[in-house]
């Protein structure tokens, strides 16, 4: 048996076990920490000039994604993908003065929080195979 399957047969496990309210309570206490780890990049790499954009980060509801529950972290503000990725900084006229690098606050709040998410996600299973009594 690889790892893939043992940790999707986990997973499964999980979800079995009170219709999977512990694996959604997980995800959801996971993505808040993310959504935090997120506002924090953002509070310090951010101007305060940028509209709504630190009361637009978000943490969605959890979520079936290929099979696999999931949640994620977001923003709803219209110029995100600007502050995230960069633009080409424009005048009213439409002359080019230069590009403005991108923040990457997501893609770095996503790094940043990978290592914290495997702990959480053993210490979960760990406590799921002890509700179970496998240990």
Not at 8 to 15: P, Q, S
Request: aromatic share 10%; net charge positive; glycine share 8%.
């Amino acid at each position: 048996m690889s790892l893939n399957q043992l940790s999707k047969d986990l997973l499964k496990l999980a979800n079995s076990i009170n219709n999977g309210k512990d694996a959604k309570e997980f995800l959801r206490k996971s993505g808040n920490k993310l959504k935090n780890k997120t506002l924090n990049i953002a509070k310090v790499r951010v101007n305060e000039n940028t509209g709504n954009y630190l009361k637009s980060i978000k943490r969605g509801k959890v979520y079936d994604f290929k099979g696999d529950l999931a949640v994620r972290a977001y923003s709803t503000a219209p110029h995100a993908h600007l502050i995230e990725y960069g633009h080409i900084k424009k005048d009213r006229t439409g002359k080019e003065h230069g590009f403005q690098r991108g923040k990457h606050i997501f893609t770095t709040a996503a790094k940043d929080f990978e290592d914290e998410f495997y702990k959480d996600t053993e210490k979960f299973i760990d406590d799921v195979l002890m509700k179970t009594g496998f240990k």
